[in-house]
T-cell receptor
Framework: AQSVTQPDIHITVSEGASLELRCNYS??????LFWYVQSPGQGLQLLLK??????LVQGIKGFEAEFKRSQSSFNLRKPSVHWSDAAEYFC???????????FGTGTRLQVFP | GAVVSQHPSRVICKSGTSVKIECRSL??????MFWYRQFPKQSLMLMAT?????????EQGVEKDKFLINHASLTLSTLTVTSAHPEDSSFYIC????????????FGPGTRLTVL
């Protein structure tokens, strides 16, 4: 069965610092991969997605993610974090033959000035 | 484009009553809609998948008689929590997928249900 692991429950960074949020997935074939962001009390906003092609994916708000098949990873990165990036980040995986999104447990990002 | 709305955003009800939550796709036709439940500080758990005009498919452990899902049109799905109890208090989020968006779901803003 497919699964998604986000090893970091909570990350704190200073504003302007770089950021990397980890995501590992378990699936036999190439999955569809997503990163979502959720502000408190809000729904989910799609940051970026990977279906195929270039393994480095650019998203909104200056985020990028890299798909590494050998490591079964899809880590999210941002070179310089802004205070407004403080939120919950979810990695998710879907397969080509199912509509279901499997979510990781999320990483809460806190940004200090 | 691809906007999904939910109504209400917050609802408080008494134990034993039923509550209906609406999920609408505003600018596209949603052939499939999904309902998720999110407990505080936890991830989203898929409750059910509904295709327009068909019965919903519920995930294991979700009571279909308690969480009634209707997807009567290509722009509207409803979730009715019947005989609500305090343990049903949660954040309910819907998402929608159109026929042209492969494996991409668009999420609503969520509904906070509190059962007293």
């Amino acid at each position: 069965a497919q699964s998604v692991t986000q090893p970091d429950i909570h990350i704190t960074v200073s504003e302007g610092a770089s950021l990397e949020l980890r995501c590992n997935y378990s699936y036999g074939a190439t999955p569809y991969l997503f990163w979502y962001v959720q502000s408190p009390g809000q729904g989910l906003q799609l940051l970026l997605k990977y279906f195929s092609g270039d393994t480095l994916v650019q998203g909104i708000k200056g985020f990028e993610a890299e798909f590494k098949r050998s490591q079964s990873s899809f880590n999210l990165r941002k070179p310089s974090v802004h205070w407004s990036d403080a939120a919950e980040y979810f990695c998710a995986v879907a397969t080509y033959n199912t509509d279901k999104l499997i979510f990781g447990t999320g990483t809460r990002l806190q940004v200090f000035p | 484009g691809a906007v999904v709305s939910q109504h209400p955003s917050r609802v408080i009800c008494k134990s034993g009553t039923s509550v209906k939550i609406e999920c609408r796709s505003l600018d596209f036709q949603a052939t499939t809609m999904f309902w998720y439940r999110q407990f505080p500080k936890q991830s989203l758990m898929l409750m059910a998948t509904s295709n327009e005009g068909s019965k919903a498919t519920y995930e294991q452990g979700v009571e279909k008689d308690k969480f009634l899902i209707n997807h009567a049109s290509l722009t509207l799905s409803t979730l009715t929590v019947t005989s609500a109890h305090p343990e049903d208090s949660s954040f309910y989020i819907c998402s929608a997928r159109g026929s042209l968006t492969v494996n991409e779901q668009f999420f609503g803003p969520g509904t906070r249900l509190t059962v007293l």
